[in-house]
Nanobody, 123 residues
Framework: QVQLVESGGGLVQAGGSLRLSCAAS????????MGWSRQAPGKERKFIAA????????YYADSAKGRFTISRDNTKNTVYLQMNSLTPEDTAIYYC????????????????WGQGTQVTVSS
């Protein structure tokens, strides 16, 4: 069992930045890729970014490339998502995930999900 707790969401103006954190606990965390998906109101949940255990491999959705950076600190069992140049289109609930699998396009099957943290970007 893996537990994921997100933090760092909030309200930010367009062009601003936020850093999300995901604290993980449980057994054999090294078995999982960690990352983030988001779900805007009335829309499907979509993959944003993922990282493998070593941190050497990262994966990004097109919407995140160049603006978002994923990282992890295994000493703290924490994954981060640094989000820059935010726009109102980034408004969504951001979910932390732990998964065996890699994302496929905008889809990502995760074995575990956090409860989510709200990010709202005002224009």
């Amino acid at each position: 069992q893996v537990q994921l707790v997100e933090s760092g969401g909030g309200l930010v103006q367009a062009g601003g930045s936020l850093r999300l954190s995901c604290a993980a606990s449980g057994r054999t965390l090294s078995n999982y890729r960690m990352g983030w998906s988001r779900q805007a109101p009335g829309k499907e949940r979509k993959f944003i970014a993922a990282i493998n255990w070593s941190g050497r491999s990262t994966y990004y959705a097109d919407s995140a490339k160049g603006r978002f950076t994923i990282s992890r600190d295994n000493t703290k069992n924490t994954v981060y998502l640094q989000m820059n140049s935010l726009t109102p289109e980034d408004t969504a609930i951001y979910y932390c995930a732990a998964a065996y699998s890699l994302p496929t396009g905008t889809s990502w099957y995760a074995n575990y999900w956090g409860q989510g943290t709200q990010v709202t970007v005002s224009s």
